[in-house]
C-alpha cells in the first residue's frame, strides 16, 4: 500500500501538485483495492476514495505510534525513556499522509457537487469534511502554519497553486472549525442520502453518532484556541455544549469512543505500527510523574495503587515489582541486564525479556494486541473519547469559557470523565483476546474501584483546584493519544502533571521541542513559500500559536 512514508520525494509536491493518481495508486492492506496500475489509473468511485481516505488514517496511526514510544511519552511525562531517544525528532510524521488525503477529499466533494442529485451527497460530504478537519488540525497541532487552503488543487486542473503558501495555523482553525459548523449543521436522516455502505469504515453510517463526533471536535478545537482567540472559540463553545439539549456530544464511555476498529473495515486492521512502538523503543518505561497520579506511595508490592488503570497501563518489572523510572535523572540510568519486554516471544513465555529489568514497562498486551494472528476486540486507534468529551464540559464550566462559569456543572462533568475513562480501559484490557496475565476478571469497574480513584486526595473534586484536576485525569485518559496530550499541555501552558523533582533536566532534554520541523522535501520543492514562513532556518523550539 502506499503510505506516506514511501512518498518522500513527492512530500513537497503534495501540498499543492499532487496527481490523483497518487491517491489512487494500488492499495491492498486491509483496504480494498483500488486503481493499478498507479500511472493510467481509473476513474475512482466515491467508496474508493473513501477506502483511499482511511487507508491513509490508518497509516497516520502507526506512524505516530513510533513517534509516540520514542519522543511524545517522555515530552508529556505519560511514560519514559532510560536514554534520551537516539531516533530523529521532528522529521515529518503524518505530513505525506494528509496531503495525499486532501487530494482525495477535494476529489470526492467535486465529484458530488458535480451530481445532478447533489443534494443526495449532504451526510457523505459531511463526512469527509468531518475528517478533513480533524486530520488538519491534529497535523497543524504537531508543525503550526502549513498549506491548506490552496493546498491539493492539481486534481481540479487549476495551475494558479502549484506551489502552495502557509496558512496561519490561526485561519486553519477558523476554517476547519466552519468545516465542522456545517457538518453539524447538515447531518440528516432524510431517506434519500447516498449511503457509502461497507466502505464507511469510521462509524458505518450512524448519522447521530457523526453529529456527536463532529460536535465534539467542535468543543476539542474550541477550547484549544481559546485563549488565544476566545472572541471567535466562545461561540462555538457555547453551541456545542447546548445542541440538542446537550445530547450532541460523545457520552457513551465505549460506544461512543471514535476511531479505527478493526471490525469496521473491510478485511479488517492489523495494527502493526502499535507492536513496533513498543518493540522499536525498547526502553520506554512507566515513569514517576504518571506513577505519583496512580499510587499513594512507593511500595514495590504495588499496596498503593489506587487506580486500576495502573494495572492496564503498565506491568512489573522484571523482579515483579512496581517501580517507576524516575521521570528526567540529571543522568540516563540503565536498565539492568539488556531486557526487551516487548519482544513478541512473550506470548509464549510471559516472563521473557524481563529478567534483570528493573523498572515497570508500558503492558505489554498492547503492543500484541490486534496484531496476533486470530485475536479479536483489538482497542482501536482513538480519535475521541467520550472521557475526553466530559472532561472538556468541565474545563468550560470550570472556566467559563464560553459559558458561565458554573463548578457543580463542571463537578458532575470531571466526575463522568473519570468514569468513563476507568469504564473503556477496563473493557478494552478485559475484551482483549490476546490478554492472558493479569488480565482483569471484568469489563466494567466495580463500586469500590471508581470510589478508590475518586475519594483520592489526588483524584476528589476541589472547586478550588477543579481545573488543574480536569487537566491531570484528562491527561491520562489521553494514555494512547500522546499527541492530544501534547497539544493539551502545551495550549494550557503546562497545566498537565509536570515533573517537580527534576525540572532542568526536562527542560534540557525536552522542554525545548514545541514542534516537528517541516519535511526536508518541502524545502526542496516548496522553497519560496518554506522560506516566506520560516525565513529560511527552522527550530524546534518555536512556540506554534495555540500554545499559551
Same mark, same amino acid.
Given at each position: 500500500m502506499l503510505k506516506y512514508h514511501n512518498m518522500? &520525494?513527492?512530500?513537497?509536491l503534495i501540498t499543492a501538485t499532487v496527481f490523483v493518481s497518487v491517491v489512487l495508486a494500488s492499495?491492498?492492506?486491509? $483496504?480494498? &483495492?483500488? =486503481?493499478?496500475?498507479?500511472?493510467?489509473?481509473?476513474?475512482a468511485t466515491l467508496p474508493q476514495l473513501y477506502q483511499g481516505i482511511g487507508s491513509n488514517l490508518e497509516a497516520n496511526a502507526e506512524g505516530m505510534d513510533n513517534t509516540g514510544a520514542r519522543w511524545l511519552y517522555p515530552i508529556t511525562q505519560l511514560g519514559a525513556v532510560y536514554a534520551v531517544?537516539? +531516533?530523529?525528532?521532528?522529521?515529518?510524521?503524518? @505530513?505525506?499522509?494528509?496531503y495525499q488525503n486532501l487530494v482525495g477529499m477535494g476529489q470526492m466533494i467535486a465529484k458530488m457537487h458535480a451530481a445532478a442529485d447533489s443534494a443526495n451527497y449532504v451526510n457523505a460530504e459531511a463526512m469527509v469534511r468531518t475528517l478533513? !478537519? +480533524?486530520?488538519?488540525?491534529? #497535523?497543524?497541532?504537531?508543525?503550526?502554519?502549513?498549506?491548506?487552503?490552496? !493546498?491539493a488543487k492539481a486534481f481540479s486542473g487549476s495551475t494558479a497553486d502549484l506551489k502552495a503558501p502557509y496558512d496561519k495555523q490561526q485561519a486553519i482553525y477558523l476554517s476547519c472549525l466552519g468545516d465542522l459548523t456545517w457538518a453539524v449543521n447538515h447531518f440528516n436522516t432524510n431517506a434519500n442520502q447516498y449511503s457509502l455502505g461497507s *466502505?464507511?469504515?469510521? #462509524?458505518? =453510517? =450512524?448519522?447521530?453518532?457523526?453529529? &456527536? $463526533?463532529?460536535?465534539?471536535?467542535?468543543?476539542?478545537?474550541?477550547?484549544t484556541m481559546y485563549d488565544k482567540d476566545n472572541a471567535d472559540a466562545g461561540p462555538i463553545i457555547a453551541d456545542a455544549l447546548s445542541r440538542n439539549g446537550g445530547n450532541d456530544l460523545l457520552s457513551d464511555p465505549v460506544a461512543d469512543v471514535i476511531g479505527l476498529y478493526s471490525a469496521n473495515v473491510t478485511g479488517g486492521l492489523n495494527f502493526?505500527?502499535?507492536? *513496533? $512502538? $513498543?518493540?522499536q523503543e525498547s526502553r520506554a518505561r512507566m515513569g514517576s510523574t504518571l506513577w505519583k497520579l496512580f499510587s499513594d506511595n512507593n511500595n514495590t508490592d504495588g499496596s498503593g495503587i489506587f487506580d486500576l488503570r495502573a494495572k492496564i497501563f503498565f506491568e512489573v518489572n522484571g523482579n515483579?515489582? @512496581?517501580?517507576?523510572?524516575?521521570? =528526567?535523572?540529571?543522568?540516563?540510568i540503565a536498565d539492568g541486564g539488556s531486557p526487551d519486554p516487548y519482544n513478541t516471544q512473550r506470548d509464549g513465555d510471559w516472563t521473557l525479556g524481563k529478567v534483570g529489568n528493573l523498572y515497570s514497562d508500558y503492558n505489554y498486551y498492547w503492543g500484541r494486541d490486534g496484531n496476533i494472528a486470530g485475536s479479536t476486540n483489538p482497542c482501536p486507534e482513538i480519535f475521541m473519547s467520550a472521557a475526553e468529551t466530559d472532561f472538556l464540559v468541565a474545563e468550560a464550566y470550570a472556566r467559563g469559557a464560553g459559558v458561565g462559569a458554573n463548578l457543580v456543572a463542571a463537578k458532575t462533568a470531571y466526575v463522568a470523565g473519570v468514569t468513563a475513562s476507568l469504564t473503556f480501559w477496563k473493557n478494552m484490557a478485559f475484551n482483549s483476546s490476546v490478554w492472558v496475565v493479569n488480565k482483569p476478571t471484568s469489563g466494567t469497574p466495580? !463500586?469500590?474501584?471508581?470510589?478508590?480513584?475518586?475519594?483520592d486526595s489526588k483524584v476528589a473534586w476541589s472547586d478550588a483546584n477543579g481545573v488543574s484536576l480536569i487537566y491531570a485525569q484528562e491527561w491520562i485518559d489521553l494514555f494512547r493519544q500522546p499527541w492530544v496530550a501534547w497539544a493539551l499541555m502545551r495550549r494550557t501552558g503546562y497545566g498537565t502533571p509536570q515533573d517537580t523533582d527534576h525540572p532542568a533536566s526536562y527542560t534540557q532534554n525536552y522542554g525545548s521541542l514545541q514542534r516537528f520541523t517541516y519535511p526536508g522535501d518541502e524545502k526542496q520543492y516548496n522553497f519560496a513559500n518554506w522560506s516566506a514562513e520560516t525565513g529560511g532556518t527552522e527550530s524546534t523550539a518555536t512556540k506554534i500559536w495555540i500554545t499559551k
Open positions: 518522500k &520525494k513527492w512530500t513537497g492499495c491492498t492492506k486491509n $483496504f480494498v &483495492k483500488e =486503481n493499478t496500475p498507479y500511472d493510467r489509473p481509473t476513474v531517544s537516539d +531516533y530523529p525528532y521532528g522529521s515529518g510524521p503524518n @505530513w505525506g499522509g494528509f478533513r !478537519a +480533524y486530520q488538519a488540525l491534529e #497535523l497543524s497541532n504537531l508543525y503550526g502554519d502549513m498549506p491548506y487552503s490552496k !493546498a *466502505s464507511e469504515f469510521l #462509524l458505518k =453510517n =450512524n448519522i447521530g453518532q457523526w453529529i &456527536k $463526533f463532529a460536535n465534539s471536535l467542535r468543543l476539542r478545537y474550541a477550547l502493526g505500527g502499535r507492536e *513496533s $512502538f $513498543f518493540n515483579g515489582d @512496581w517501580v517507576p523510572y524516575p521521570q =528526567n535523572p540529571v543522568t540516563p466495580t !463500586a469500590g474501584e471508581l470510589s478508590s480513584v475518586l475519594t
